[in-house]
């Protein structure tokens, strides 16, 4: 095994890495080969925390390290780091690779003075890397309520008593904007999905929930999907408002809303955590 710095020419290798460990995962498709293509050359990604893993002479794990920011509650931007993706091809996924990079990669910022990170990911496999509840140390997801104890929302000390160094007793992450790329340049990143080989997107247990982005409707399986032209699944619209390319109504958003509304009975049977109408 082997960790070294990513070159040039291992990006599209690299990219298709990250496209093939993400693929489904937490949604149909993914987006994260994407938002690597596109942070290399963001003033916040960090060359120096740009670390592939070799095994048997192939590139079978990526780590990418970036700079973001805690708000304080005063106003006050605090810089801060976060990472990711990391990426561990499907074929050495549960051997721990992925413990042995992250962790050489913590080692490797710790060094370079990174002090404090947030994270978006699973508590029962960061655990195992220092990782805790952001909400334990005050740091608050900045999509989520301040009180809430967001499962998903993950955070370290790399270099002990850093947050009391720096005054910091409460503060709200805010993750880079080079992560949501992808969502604000959806035709670019359909130009560039275009350029590596087919693969079906699908919807599976375990996955981010999913919503049609007309009128809210959860979508839990391919069957709820609207269709595009070709005929294939769109998963960003449900079957009652989108078919073959082509939305089935034509109303302002308040009138959708009045619509949708009173269909929150039916929905809420098919829910764990019901909603309200409001």
């Known amino acids: 095994m082997n960790i ?23 949604r149909p498709g993914c987006y994260e080969h994407f938002v690597l293509n596109q942070f290399r050359s963001n003033p916040d990604f960090i060359p120096e925390l740009d670390l592939v893993m070799e095994e048997d002479d192939m590139i079978i794990g990526h780590i990418m390290f970036a700079k973001a920011e805690l708000m304080l509650d005063d106003g006050t931007q605090c810089p801060s780091w976060t990472f ?35 994270m978006e990911g699973n508590i029962d496999f960061y655990k195992h890397a220092g990782f805790a509840l952001a909400s334990t140390m005050g740091i608050h997801y900045h999509a989520e309520p301040r009180d809430a104890e967001v499962p998903y929302f993950l955070a370290q000390e790399l270099i002990s008593g850093w947050l009391e160094s720096n005054g910091i007793t409460e503060a709200t992450y805010c993750p880079p904007k080079g992560y949501f790329v ?37 979508l839990t399986k391919n069957d709820d999907c609207g269709t595009n032209a070709d005929g294939s ?6 079957k009652y408002c989108y078919k073959d390319g ?20 039916e929905v809420n049977k098919g829910l764990q955590q019901p909603i309200t109408s409001d």
Not at 99 to 118: H, I, P, Q, S
Not at 246 to 265: R, S
Request: hydrophobic share 35%; glycine share 8%.
């Open 4 to 26: 070294r710095l990513e070159q040039p020419s291992d990006y599209r290798e690299v990219e298709n890495l990250t496209r093939e460990a993400f693929w489904n995962v937490y």
């Open 84 to 118: 990711g993706p990391i990426s561990i091809h499907p074929d050495y996924q549960g051997m721990g690779y992925g413990l042995k990079l992250l962790n050489y990669a913590l080692d490797k910022a710790r060094e370079m003075g990174v002090g404090f990170l947030c």
């Open 182 to 218: 992808a969502e604000a340049n959806p035709n670019a990143f359909a130009s560039y999905e275009d350029t590596f080989p087919a693969k079906e997107k699908t919807m599976q247990p375990g996955q981010l929930p999913q919503f049609c982005q007309s009128c809210g409707m959860p």
């Open 233 to 238: 699944t769109c998963f960003d619209y449900c």
């Open 246 to 265: 082509k939305f089935l109504q034509n109303c302002t958003m308040d009138e959708m809303i009045e619509h949708c509304a009173q269909f929150v009975g």
